[in-house]
């Protein structure tokens, strides 16, 4: 059972640049959603979904796309990438809304 | 939109003493309150949770928490800290409107 599974772990990116993070759960959950941690910030929500079709923005959504087309996969995409964006990205999934949340291992992701 | 506190930013210990993590939210409504470990590389994972019931929840590797609604809090405990312990530790809560809310964790250091 693999869980939340999150590619790539490391990424560098030059400013303008697009990319997509990959997230993907094999649990059935409803819920899943997009979390970039930050020192002395905690984790910030920036997209969620609560099922196929359906997102909506978190905290921090500026600079991020989010797609749903199946229950298994959750895609982050940076359009143009800014320094601003250099964090720790975590995806979370859970049985449903208000369930604690399942994390995946997390993708550091470096804008010069 | 409601926001969480954890007042110490880093906590050093030696083995054996007892800890105590504080977390204070500002949302007045229903909460459902979290607490998440996060180890060394390692993504979060969850320590306890609250949702209704006993206010003193007790979670895995010997932690506990307890919900004290009138000061809206949910402070961490665990009478004997180990090395293993170390790592960030953070607060959640999430509302009735479903907005969950990270504070900003928590650092501890178990020194052996």
């Known amino acids: 059972n693999a869980g939340v599974t999150q590619t790539p772990k490391f990424q560098v990116l030059k400013t303008g640049q697009s990319m997509t993070l990959q997230c993907a759960q094999d649990?059935?959950?409803?819920?899943m959603s997009w979390y970039r941690q930050d020192p002395g910030m905690g984790l910030r929500l920036i997209h969620y979904?609560?099922?196929?079709?359906?997102?909506d923005q978190g905290e921090v959504p500026n600079g991020y796309n989010v797609s749903r087309s199946t229950t298994e996969d959750f895609p982050l995409r940076l359009l143009s990438a800014a320094p601003s964006q250099t964090s720790v990205y975590f995806c979370?999934?859970?049985?449903?809304?208000?369930?604690?949340?399942?994390f995946g291992n997390g993708t550091r992701l470096t804008v010069t | 939109a409601q926001s969480v506190s954890q007042h110490n930013h880093h906590v050093i210990l030696s083995e054996a003493a007892s800890l105590e993590l504080g977390c204070n939210y500002s949302?007045?409504?229903?909460?459902?309150l979290f607490w998440y470990v996060q180890y060394p590389g390692q993504h979060l994972q969850l320590l306890l949770k609250?949702?209704?019931?006993?206010?003193l929840v007790k979670g895995i590797k010997g932690f506990e928490a307890e919900f004290i609604k009138s000061k809206f809090s949910f402070n961490l405990r665990k009478p004997s800290v180990q090395w293993s312990d170390t790592a960030e530790y953070f607060c959640?809560?999430?509302?009735?409107?479903?907005?969950?809310?990270f504070g900003a964790g928590t650092r501890l250091t178990v020194k052996p």
């Open positions: 979370a999934s859970s049985p449903y809304l208000n369930s604690p949340l399942h």
């Open positions: 649990m059935n959950h409803e819920y």
């Open positions: 979904s609560v099922g196929a079709g359906i997102t």
């Open positions: 949302y007045g409504g229903t909460v459902n």
């Open positions: 609250y949702f209704s019931g006993d206010p």
């Open positions: 959640a809560v999430r509302d009735n409107n479903n907005d969950m809310r």
